[in-house]
T-cell receptor
């Protein structure tokens, strides 16, 4: 079955710096890759997603890149702010099949 | 639009007791998922309902876990008897047919002592 690995497990950055979180997946048939953000005590929320027919997608300060050949995808956050502090999860699925999640990255942005 | 709601938000029980978690999906969402996160690990898939039918229960740990979704609306997840390793946050998520984007509930923090 699908396996998703996520690195790093923790990431600390200074406000204004960029943050990058990387994930790899095992099933080449996976075609949907969302990223979820979970703030302390709150529910995971979708922040951006990408499908396998594109290589990059941006939404303001957030971008996701996908390398299908290498089977990895990354989340890029630019100009980080303290409110970006949260746990971020990557995930992969085949179509509307179940999502398989990574182990999460705790991002801390220091003012 | 009301989101996915879960009850209770926290539950502390002793080993050997029974606990029932409830999830109310977003109205109209036929797909309902249960996930669990043990501290520091991934959000792990447990099972998937389409309406009242179990589409995939490959992630259920063992027969101490029983999930139901009678009538295809809300779902319950019962753990009986609970063991220490069952502790974690149980998330429910829902989505409409053909939509990959999951909407999560706030989770139930289960502590088995």
């Amino acid at each position: 079955g699908e396996n998703v690995e996520q690195h790093p497990s923790t990431l600390s950055v200074q406000e204004g710096d960029s943050a990058v979180i990387k994930c790899t997946y095992s099933d080449s048939a996976s075609n949907y890759f969302p990223w979820y953000k979970q703030e302390l005590g709150k529910r995971p929320q979708l922040i951006i997603d990408i499908r396998s027919n594109v290589g990059e997608k941006k939404d303001q300060r957030i971008a996701v890149t996908l390398n299908k050949t290498a089977k990895h995808f990354s989340l890029h956050i630019t100009e980080t702010q303290p409110e970006d502090s949260a746990v971020y999860f990557c995930a992969a699925s085949k179509g509307t099949d179940k999502l398989i999640f990574g182990t999460g990255t705790r991002l801390q942005v220091f003012p | 639009e009301a989101g996915v709601t879960q009850f209770p938000s926290h539950s502390v029980i002793e080993k050997g007791q029974t606990v029932t978690l409830r999830c109310d999906p977003i109205s109209g969402h036929d797909n309902l998922y249960w996930y669990r996160r043990v501290m520091g690990k991934e959000i792990k898939f447990l099972l998937h309902f389409v309406k009242e039918s179990k589409q995939d229960e490959s992630g259920m740990p063992n027969n101490r876990f029983l999930a139901e979704r009678t009538g295809g609306t809300y779902s319950t997840l019962k753990v009986q008897p609970a063991e220490l390793e069952d502790s974690g946050v149980y998330f429910c998520a829902s989505t409409s047919v053909g939509n990959e984007k999951l909407f999560f509930g706030s989770g139930t923090q289960l502590s088995v002592l």
